[in-house]
């Protein structure tokens, strides 16, 4: 089975089709005169759910001299969560049949491909933080000229992110203390700390340049990448057991892939998603290696936080008349940056494709004000860097044979640990491909087999 020719096509050029791209071309079994890759990403560029005045190329941030080159032939790889995502990495992750492969699997590619420098590997810490926070300038409890007053019907529930079940009681935070080199939050926001992880199991990369260095290492060795190729159909054989081909459209002209194996790995474009609302914020200098989860408390007079379902495109802006809690997510970046996100909002339809995602400013300028009311560094001392959009999947993953058609493989439905599990996943997908099974973890409930 595994010396077979194989014609294997990848759809999707996020995170997960491009680990599985190169996991496959390191399996002992690959072989680039045997076996042919295509992998098909249906946008043609990157600037997708990005502002026009946002940063472009964040490689140019980190180590413009050794950072993971931008492959002009490559736009559009990265161009969804892959290239606007966190990047946090964790052993504490879920689901836990996955992540310690994939955890390992991220350290030892940096190690191999120099990650540092190319894609900002770096273990660091991840902390709950209780927070108050800071009135905007104009605003002293009440309403400027451009705000009207609203009820926000009492205090609110904070959104889950990607914590989960760590948040301890607000005395038993208080106790804990938080540790010195926390400096670029301001100590007056700061209420109570609780340590999530430490450098022994908790990392970071920036997902976009990561994607990208995968995507070039796959191509070295053989993966022709296709980019602005929009898969239409996956053709079957005439007795409907296995992949025969798969059909995609490419300035306006149809094409035919003749596939034995084919893996769909489209993130949001796969599943049912959720939309996620990120910004990047240059520091003053290069701040310590933290991962916050916030509970921030925002007090009676703070700019509303826009409702959910709501365009954020209304010329007044709205007041807190009572305290309401957030629950942004912040994490320092070895480039010298932050990244902040903020709540999903289910009522964003999913455009065709990742180069038509719009980004709504309302919500970036939400989480601007909200993670600058506890730090300065984030605040009037930052610069603004990127304001951008991207779909969360959902519901899995399902990383497995789909159907019971041969050949036909699905990794989707990541949720927020997608750049945390992309290795592992990729990985096992070159295994189930090349030699039948998948080996180096037990897929369990992450089997797709079990969904269809």
Same mark, same amino acid.
């Given at each position: 089975?595994?010396?077979?020719?194989?014609?294997?096509?990848?759809?999707?050029?996020?995170?997960?089709?491009?680990?599985?791209?190169?996991?496959?071309?390191?399996?002992?079994?690959?072989?680039?005169?045997?076996?042919?890759?295509?992998?098909?990403?249906?946008?043609?560029?990157?600037?997708?759910?990005?502002?026009?005045?946002?940063?472009?190329?964040?490689?140019?941030?980190?180590?413009?001299?050794?950072?993971?080159?931008?492959?002009?032939?490559?736009?559009?790889?990265?161009?969804?969560?892959?290239?606007?995502?966190?990047?946090?990495?964790?052993?504490?992750?879920?689901?836990?049949?996955?992540?310690?492969?994939?955890?390992?699997?991220?350290?030892?590619?940096?190690?191999?491909?120099?990650?540092?420098?190319?894609?900002?590997?770096?273990?660091?810490?991840?902390?709950?933080?209780?927070?108050?926070?800071?009135?905007?300038?104009?605003?002293?409890?009440?309403?400027?000229?451009?705000?009207?007053?609203?009820?926000?019907?009492?205090?609110?529930?904070?959104?889950?992110?990607?914590?989960?079940?760590?948040?301890?009681?607000?005395?038993?935070?208080?106790?804990?203390?938080?540790?010195?080199?926390?400096?670029?939050?301001?100590?007056?926001?700061?209420?109570?700390?609780?340590?999530?992880?430490?450098?022994?199991?908790?990392?970071?990369?920036?997902?976009?340049?990561? #994607?990208?260095? %995968? !995507?070039? +290492?796959?191509?070295?060795?053989?993966?022709?990448? /296709?980019?602005? *190729?929009?898969?239409?159909? @996956?053709?079957?054989?005439?007795?409907?057991?296995?992949?025969?081909?798969?059909?995609?459209?490419?300035?306006?002209?149809?094409?035919?892939?003749?596939?034995?194996?084919?893996?769909?790995?489209?993130?949001?474009?796969?599943?049912?998603?959720?939309?996620?609302?990120?910004?990047?914020?240059?520091?003053?200098?290069?701040?310590?290696?933290?991962?916050?989860?916030?509970?921030?408390?925002?007090?009676?007079?703070?700019?509303?936080?826009?409702?959910?379902?709501?365009?954020?495109?209304?010329?007044?802006?709205?007041?807190?008349?009572?305290?309401?809690?957030?629950?942004?997510?912040?994490?320092?970046?070895?480039?010298?940056?932050?990244?902040?996100?903020?709540? #999903?909002?289910? %009522? !964003?339809? +999913?455009?065709?494709?990742?180069?038509?995602?719009? /980004?709504?400013? *309302?919500?970036?300028?939400? @989480?601007?004000?909200?993670?600058?009311?506890?730090?300065?560094?984030?605040?009037?001392?930052?610069?603004?860097?990127?304001?951008?959009?991207?779909?969360?999947?959902?519901?899995?993953?399902?990383?497995?044979?789909?159907?019971?058609?041969?050949?036909?493989?699905?990794?989707?439905?990541?949720?927020?640990?997608?750049?945390?599990?992309?290795?592992?996943?990729?990985?096992?997908?070159?295994?189930?491909?090349?030699?039948?099974?998948?080996?180096?973890?037990?897929?369990?409930?992450?089997?797709?087999?079990?969904?269809?």
């Amino acid at each position: 089975m595994a010396g077979q020719p194989k014609d294997i096509t990848i759809v999707g050029g996020g995170i997960i089709g491009c680990c599985a791209a190169y996991f496959l071309t390191r399996h002992p079994a690959y072989s680039a005169d045997t076996h042919r890759i295509t992998l098909l990403e249906a946008s043609s560029t990157s600037t997708g759910g990005r502002t026009a005045d946002s940063i472009q190329d964040p490689g140019s941030l980190l180590a413009p001299e050794s950072a993971s080159k931008r492959n002009p032939a490559h736009e559009g790889i990265a161009g969804g969560a892959s290239g606007k995502a966190g990047g946090l990495l964790a052993l504490w992750a879920f689901p836990q049949n996955i992540v310690p492969l994939s955890f390992r699997l991220h350290d030892e590619l940096a190690r191999e491909h120099g990650g540092d420098a190319k894609w900002g590997y770096r273990r660091c810490y991840a902390s709950q933080v209780d927070c108050s926070a800071r009135l905007p300038p104009g605003f002293s409890g009440g309403q400027d000229e451009n705000m009207t007053a609203a009820d926000n019907n009492g205090e609110q529930g904070a959104i889950k992110g990607l914590h989960k079940d760590h948040k301890k009681s607000a005395k038993a935070l208080k106790k804990l203390g938080a540790p010195e080199d926390l400096d670029w939050l301001d100590t007056d926001a700061l209420g109570g700390y609780d340590n999530m992880g430490t450098p022994e199991n908790t990392a970071q990369v920036h997902p976009e340049l990561f #994607t990208r260095a %995968m !995507a070039q +290492l796959a191509e070295d060795s053989g993966v022709k990448i /296709v980019t602005g *190729a929009k898969a239409t159909a @996956i053709n079957k054989s005439s007795d409907g057991k296995s992949v025969a081909s798969v059909t995609y459209e490419k300035d306006g002209k149809q094409e035919t892939l003749p596939t034995t194996d084919c893996i769909v790995a489209a993130g949001p474009w796969t599943s049912k998603l959720l939309p996620r609302i990120p910004v990047v914020i240059k520091t003053p200098s290069t701040v310590s290696p933290y991962a916050l989860f916030t509970a921030i408390n925002l007090p009676s007079g703070f700019p509303s936080p826009t409702p959910e379902g709501s365009a954020g495109g209304s010329a007044k802006r709205q007041a807190l008349k009572r305290m309401q809690i957030v629950e942004p997510e912040i994490y320092a970046r070895p480039d010298g940056t932050a990244y902040a996100c903020g709540p #999903t909002d289910q %009522m !964003a339809p +999913l455009p065709a494709t990742n180069a038509e995602v719009q /980004v709504d400013e *309302a919500r970036c300028r939400d @989480i601007i004000d909200q993670v600058g009311s506890i730090s300065d560094d984030l605040g009037k001392d930052g610069q603004v860097l990127a304001k951008q959009a991207c779909y969360l999947p959902q519901g899995g993953p399902f990383i497995g044979e789909v159907g019971g058609t041969k050949g036909l493989t699905v990794a989707a439905g990541h949720t927020c640990w997608g750049i945390q599990n992309a290795p592992g996943t990729g990985k096992l997908l070159s295994e189930i491909v090349l030699e039948g099974v998948a080996k180096s973890a037990k897929l369990g409930g992450c089997d797709a087999s079990r969904f269809t």
